[in-house]
């Protein structure tokens, strides 16, 4: 398939920027991830001294094993045979069922899937695939991020700006100071998303252990359970919790949790792109020309920040399939209905516009430079913030009505820093007083912010 035949621009325009997502959620990982639960189930069925499987040798554990990383002949074996069964776990088992049939575990065939229902198979693979992903592609993606975001603070610790509250001037920061606000705020939810378990269940057709049970009575099934699933996750270095209390499906709250979580990541995201577009647009970022590149068709001398807003949009689209699949996916109708199935298969989607989003931003930081002499001029251009400061040491001193003769002299008027002068000077205070409240600038008026 050509770029240009792709109906959605992750498999087509942007397919070069997420190669590294297929591994985890195109068709071929999930029938990978299928794989794998089935096999490492068939393995662990052969180890219960309880169960009348017999023991695999370590040539046989190796041989299920090998299949665990299919190749496109496979994965298009697997496609051809679900389109005899109209199932696609059910291909799983008749391809593993193939591919051993012609050696020394012929004969045990048939407990490949034993007493499973799909819904073992598939919600174990979607818990391996999804938190896979985060720890091996999104959790790295966005340190890269928090950690350019936080050099470019450290960097601009003492570049003084002008504030703004409602849009309009308000009391000084540091450029550094703003942007680190954005790094504690993703740290804190980067944080939440490496401490997430996804809930996962092996308990059959309706959660019972009914088909379990029936076969192997002196089993306790549960602990089966609980063992398997632990011994499936360290296998593969994540995070998996065992759900005993289910119906056919794990109720999904803990893809909700994860949906939810990562809306918070991109809306921080979003908040700090549209940050710094305004920035840009003020000219208190300033952005390095690219040789080749052009910003406008028809406007030459045009740098736009496009990767900023390419970031915007990304993101927006993960949040609206994010706000869907944290509210579809707990429910479903009594024991399941197969609205999920189809729902889960955008998981990758998710994920997807994600990362090229937090992939955009970094491009972006990588083309920018604060320009602190225009931060500075602009501050001082703006001295009537100074009238908080005033204000508030007239308080201390006892002066009558501060506030309002700061708001008379300031309030939605240009107002110059001689002009402030001559109001200290007419007010009756001591001169050692009159003097300290003139080296106040907008410049020096910025608090704690360096340090903070």
Request: proline share 3%.
């Amino acid at each position: 398939m050509f770029e240009s035949d792709a109906i959605s621009p992750i498999d087509g325009r942007y397919r070069s920027k997420l190669a590294e997502l297929a591994n985890y959620f195109s068709e071929g990982a999930l029938n990978k991830y299928r794989i794998i639960v089935e096999g490492e189930y068939l393995i662990t069925l052969a180890k219960h001294p309880k169960i009348s499987l017999r023991k695999f040798t370590k040539v046989e554990t190796d041989l299920i094993r090998s299949l665990y990383e299919p190749d496109q002949k496979s994965i298009e074996k697997i496609k051809e045979i679900e389109k005899t069964t109209n199932h696609d776990v059910k291909a799983i088992e008749y391809y593993l069922k193939e591919r051993l049939g012609n050696t020394s575990l012929k004969k045990e065939l048939e407990w490949i899937h034993f007493a499973l229902t799909s819904e073992d198979t598939n919600n174990l693979a979607y818990g391996l695939m999804i938190s896979e992903a985060i720890k091996d592609v999104m959790v790295p993606a966005l340190g890269k991020l928090t950690a350019t975001i936080n050099a470019l603070a450290k960097k601009n610790k003492d570049a003084v700006m002008l504030a703004r509250t409602h849009g309009q001037s308000a009391s000084p920061t540091t450029m550094g100071k703003e942007l680190k606000i954005f790094c504690v705020r993703l740290e804190k939810q980067i944080d939440e998303l490496k401490k997430y378990k996804i809930f996962v269940k092996l308990n059959g057709a309706t959660g019972n252990y009914n088909a379990h049970l029936v076969a192997f009575q002196n089993v306790n099934w549960p602990k089966f359970s609980k063992d398997f699933i632990a011994e499936l996750a360290k296998l593969r270095g994540v995070k998996l919790s065992v759900n005993l209390i289910t119906a056919q499906i794990e109720p999904h709250d803990t893809y909700a949790e994860i949906f939810d979580n990562l809306r918070r990541i991109n809306t921080i995201s979003i908040d700090f792109d549209q940050d710094i577009w305004r920035y840009i647009s003020d000219g208190w970022i300033k952005q390095k020309p690219v040789a080749g590149e052009v910003g406008s068709s028809t406007m030459p001398h045009k740098i736009n920040p496009i990767d900023f807003e390419n970031s915007e949009g990304n993101l927006g689209i993960a949040n609206a399939l994010c706000t869907y699949l944290s509210t579809k996916l707990p429910i479903s109708r009594l024991q399941r209905d197969l609205s999920d199935s189809t729902v889960e298969r955008n998981f990758g989607v998710v994920f997807a516009h994600s990362l090229l989003a937090y992939k955009s931003t970094m491009k972006g930081l990588g083309k920018i430079e604060v320009n602190k002499v225009k931060l500075l001029a602009d501050l001082q251009s703006h001295p009537e913030i100074l009238a908080e400061a005033l204000q508030v040491i007239f308080r201390k001193e006892g002066l009558a009505s501060p506030y309002e003769k700061m708001k008379e002299l300031t309030r939605g008027k240009e107002v110059g820093k001689d002009q402030i002068d001559e109001f200290i000077d007419s007010l009756e205070i001591s001169d050692d007083l009159k003097k300290n409240l003139k080296k106040i600038t907008p410049e020096t008026y910025i608090g704690l912010a360096k340090k903070l």
